[in-house]
């Protein structure tokens, strides 16, 4: 067989040519905020942040709880701790705000049984500092914020005035720090949903004056969304996540079809983005004095809210395979490889 010169000459330049290496992603800098206890899908949301950090997707900066129960910031830990990462800032509210426990009892069944240092939420620090803290330390616009509760934290920290931590109103820390907001919240286009209108004061305040885009996934999303049969079927033993599905499906008479599944939603977005799995409707959001929100479509909007685009049962099943991950070895004194 023949080969002319120049094609002779193109195949060693090609052959000589050394592999494009592929640039690793840096992981998402996340700071999760939850009212883990009247709901246990905050607990699969917490268990597919650990699985993400574990792979290297994401970096945990903060876990916060938005809910004064007392069990709140305990279970939280217990989560950190369970997964290797004990030493993950915590903060609760200080301010007015809500304060509501679990009717299945699945809160105070972990935390009896699992390893942490906090006995009760009243002993973490304040949220808005840890918030100012974390924040000021952070290159700019690097930080994903996740709501997967009420905005009392945050509406807190928007209104917090230049201190010893950072010459900076908290408003002005948020638009230099923070790259976008995703939050479990609302009811799209129109609705009236628990997150909103339970502190219906700081969502409306919250949702007015956040200055980064913010990505709401509603409960039109999570409601289609099912999870947990497989996990309490699964082989691992003396396992947070699924003790406290165990107890609270059996509570909620779920064993048959799985628990709706709306916080794991904001995590996976803030890790991913919303592509993957969702399309995406630009505009504004307005919250009602009685908690009720509407939209307002702008292609231009600061705020979007997600449509499914990947069926539910797909869905399902990425973030149950997650929710599964069990954690990795790690030096729990530092909560590092």
């Known amino acids: 067989m023949y080969f002319s010169p120049l094609l002779l000459i193109i195949w060693a330049l090609f052959s000589c040519t050394p592999p494009v290496k592929q640039t690793p992603s840096k992981p998402v800098n996340i700071i999760l905020d939850s009212d883990i206890?009247?709901?246990?899908?905050?607990?699969?949301?917490?268990?597919?942040?650990?699985?993400?950090?574990?792979?290297?997707?994401?970096?945990?900066?903060?876990?916060?709880?938005?809910?004064?129960?007392?069990?709140?910031?305990?279970?939280?830990?217990?989560?950190?701790?369970?997964?290797g990462r004990p030493a993950i800032p915590l903060g609760a509210t200080k301010s007015k705000g809500i304060s509501m426990g679990s009717e299945q009892h699945w809160p105070d069944s972990i935390v009896a049984?699992?390893?942490?240092?906090?006995r009760s939420s009243r002993d973490a620090p304040d949220a808005v500092t840890q918030y100012r803290k974390i924040l000021s330390g952070q290159p700019d616009g690097s930080v994903t914020m996740v709501s997967i509760g009420f905005l009392t934290n945050l509406s807190n920290l928007l209104q917090s005035q230049p201190d010893q931590i950072s010459p900076l109103s908290g408003e002005a820390l948020v638009a230099r720090k923070v790259k976008q907001l995703v939050s479990m919240a609302g009811w799209y286009p129109k609705g009236k949903e628990y997150n909103l209108y339970m502190d219906s004061t700081a969502s409306r305040y919250c949702t007015e004056?956040?200055?980064?885009?913010?990505?709401?996934?509603?409960?039109?999303?999570?409601?289609?969304?099912?999870?947990?049969?497989?996990?309490?079927?699964?082989?691992?033993?003396?396992?947070?996540?699924?003790?406290?599905?165990?107890?609270?499906?059996?509570?909620?008479?779920?064993?048959?079809?799985?628990?709706?599944?709306?916080?794991?939603?904001?995590?996976?977005?803030?890790?991913?983005?919303?592509?993957?799995?969702?399309?995406?409707?630009?505009?504004?959001?307005?919250?009602?004095?009685?908690?009720?929100?509407?939209?307002?479509?702008?292609?231009?909007?600061?705020?979007?809210?997600?449509?499914?685009?990947?069926?539910?049962?797909?869905?399902?099943?990425?973030?149950?395979?997650?929710?599964?991950?069990?954690?990795?070895?790690?030096?729990?004194?530092?909560?590092?490889?």
């Open 113 to 118: 049984k699992y390893p942490h240092q906090t």
């Open 37 to 83: 206890g009247p709901d246990f899908d905050d607990v699969g949301a917490f268990a597919v942040l650990h699985a993400m950090a574990d792979s290297g997707k994401a970096e945990i900066l903060g876990t916060f709880a938005c809910n004064k129960d007392p069990l709140v910031v305990p279970t939280i830990e217990v989560l950190n701790t369970w997964f």
């Open 209 to 337: 004056h956040w200055p980064t885009p913010v990505i709401f996934t509603g409960f039109e999303i999570g409601e289609k969304i099912t999870t947990g049969l497989k996990l309490i079927a699964g082989p691992a033993l003396n396992s947070p996540v699924k003790d406290a599905f165990r107890i609270a499906m059996t509570g909620a008479g779920e064993l048959q079809k799985g628990h709706m599944s709306w916080d794991q939603t904001a995590v996976l977005i803030a890790v991913y983005g919303p592509d993957k799995f969702f399309t995406t409707v630009k505009g504004t959001i307005k919250v009602n004095l009685d908690g009720s929100n509407s939209w307002e479509e702008n292609p231009s909007g600061k705020h979007s809210y997600v449509k499914m685009k990947m069926s539910p049962d797909s869905l399902g099943r990425f973030i149950e395979q997650r929710m599964m991950s069990l954690p990795v070895k790690k030096d729990f004194k530092t909560g590092r490889l």
